[in-house]
């Protein structure tokens, strides 16, 4: 218990010693060790990585779950290294709750066949949207917080030891510059006291040799009486005394000196020690980077899947409600006289990857009509073909579809009945659809 206690203090004097020069670094009282200047843009980029994850990491939970208790919910399950209890989406509920309502409306009137069609479409989208939680959770989520909570710790640490280093190291440099001033100090002043032995007249030291003689005759106790002890002092005997003095602090200040001296080199192996291991956990932010480039990759492979899923998902419904529309108002018109997706323009490659959903590349979203449509016998019309340029690369899903590649140049053109969202492409004497999406319509 003793021995803990002393530790405590001794590290309390340390913490208020440290604490004391830091402020004097600020205040610009101390003189202070500064880093090369690669080693400070280590520093900031190590700052930056970890803001910005940060920052990216709350705002893709927010992104993946916008309420804020089951935010919490889910992290108090973390901490406490439980299972997070599986959640219904909000798209799940909104089936359920469509679902009941056909079941107590009545499930075979129109509405109530309606509800049960849509209600299945949004079951789908939940369960897509169940899928892309997981996969993003797992893919993104997780490799920040293992860089935040795992090397950033790691790093924070390491400086935390360079910062003592480095105080320590300023510490022992103006400890050593005391004690240099010091023994200057002690020199100059031991150069200026005069040299009794020379300046000392010799008959002094002779009457001094019988006085002292006549005196041992009158107390024969000798040197070791106490009479001897009360003779008042001579000043020459003072000023040697004060030159002697003199000598043992000008020794003094010279150990002060070389005990300095190998407490300074000490302090900078250590501190060049220290700064070696921080410098080579600040260049492996690098790699961090990589790694969350390839995390990024990961995340938005996963989004464009899921909003790819509710694409085909959300067209078979709309294609179920457009049978089922027209077989209850017979006479009008189903469908949209507009492409489903946004027209198509002469932008920019990079604006029109920016604002292109994404095409599900599957042969199901083809039109009823478009089924029995055999190829080998379309013809392209006499009017109407235009040229247009790939943007993305595009795999055919099947036989009917024709495979694209980016920045090539083909000929499309439409057919009567086809799906909107589809042309016919043609590529010297290769034909098939294409999806509108993945093309530029040139001029």
Wanted: glycine share 6%; proline share 5%; hydrophobic share 35%.
């Amino acid at each position: 218990m003793d021995f803990n206690m002393k530790k405590l203090a001794s590290d309390a004097g340390i913490f208020f010693t440290r604490a004391v020069q830091f402020t004097e670094e600020k205040f610009g009282q101390a003189e202070k060790t500064e880093l090369d200047a690669h080693f400070e843009t280590l520093l900031a980029r190590a700052d930056s990585t970890k803001n910005w994850t940060e920052r990216i990491l709350r705002q893709t939970e927010v992104l993946l779950q916008p309420n804020p208790s089951a935010r919490v919910e889910e992290f108090l399950y973390e901490k406490l290294d439980r299972k997070v209890p599986s959640r219904v989406t909000n798209g799940e509920l909104l089936a359920q709750y469509m679902a009941e309502a056909a079941s107590e409306l009545g499930a075979t009137t129109p509405y109530g066949k309606t509800l049960l069609k849509v209600s299945e479409a949004e079951k789908r989208l939940g369960a897509a949207e169940r899928d892309f939680i997981h996969t993003a959770s797992v893919s993104f989520l997780t490799p920040l917080r293992n860089f935040l909570e795992g090397d950033w710790k790691t790093i924070s640490k390491e400086r935390r030891l360079l910062q003592n280093r480095r105080l320590d190291l300023d510490a022992c440099k103006a400890r050593l510059k005391k004690a240099k001033a010091a023994e200057a100090k002690a020199t100059c002043e031991g150069d200026t006291v005069p040299d009794f032995q020379e300046t000392r007249p010799r008959n002094y030291i002779l009457s001094a040799s019988a006085s002292a003689a006549e005196w041992k005759e009158k107390h024969p106790g000798g040197w070791r009486s106490p009479c001897f002890f009360l003779l008042p002092l001579s000043p020459s005997v003072t000023q040697a005394r004060g030159c002697l003095s003199l000598l043992e602090d000008r020794k003094l200040w010279n150990d002060e000196v070389d005990k300095a001296e190998q407490e300074l080199r000490v302090a900078q192996t250590e501190f060049d020690r220290q700064a070696e291991v921080t410098r080579l956990l600040l260049e492996g932010i690098s790699s961090t980077h990589v790694n969350h480039l390839r995390c990024l990759h990961e995340f938005v492979k996963s989004q464009t899947t899921y909003y790819a899923q509710c694409y085909r998902h959300m067209l078979d419904l709309q294609k179920q409600l457009g049978s089922s529309q027209g077989a209850i108002f017979p006479g009008t018109f189903v469908g949209t006289t507009e492409p489903a997706s946004p027209p198509l323009s002469t932008t920019s490659p990079t604006t029109a990857a920016a604002t292109m959903p994404v095409v599900p590349t599957v042969a199901g979203l083809a039109a009823p009509g478009e089924a029995a449509l055999c190829l080998e016998e379309v013809a392209p019309p006499a009017s109407g073909t235009r040229k247009a340029r790939v943007l993305y690369d595009y795999e055919a899903a099947d036989s009917s579809e024709l495979a694209l590649l980016a920045d090539e140049l083909i000929t499309v053109y439409s057919l009567p009945g086809m799906d909107p969202d589809w042309l016919i492409g043609e590529r010297g004497n290769k034909k098939g659809k294409v999806p509108v999406t993945y093309l530029e319509l040139l001029s």
